[in-house]
């Protein structure tokens, strides 16, 4: 009797352990995995270049800079081109970024 009690036990702390775990890796997930992923293949090397036109500095405040941000939104139809994308600053990117 007391070893199946412990057996049972066992079993529940494991179940609570692993639920825990569940949780926390749904918890502390990036947020961009919810989001749309580019198509590497076609952004990344459109992404650098636009960076690179742009001398990797902000273009709305100039200073240093490694985010691309679309002009026109994916979401709306927008590109993965160099046309399309301009560097921004994480501050910029947040004020230029529609909700």
């Not at 049972?8 to 990036?30: A, D, N, Q, T, Y």
């Not at 490694?66 to 301009?86: F, K, S, V």
């Amino acid at each position: 009797m007391l070893a199946a009690a412990v057996a049972l036990i066992g079993s529940v702390v494991s179940l609570i352990f692993w639920l825990f775990v569940l949780w926390v890796l749904h918890r502390f997930e990036p947020s961009w995995s919810f989001t749309r992923s580019p198509d590497w293949s076609v952004y990344g090397p459109e992404r650098r270049l636009a960076l690179a036109r742009d001398g990797y500095r902000c273009r709305v405040c100039g200073r240093p800079a490694a985010i691309t941000h679309h002009i026109q939104p994916r979401r709306y139809g927008g590109a993965d081109t160099a046309e399309n994308l301009m560097t921004v600053c994480d501050s910029c990117h947040r004020r230029v970024e529609p909700p």
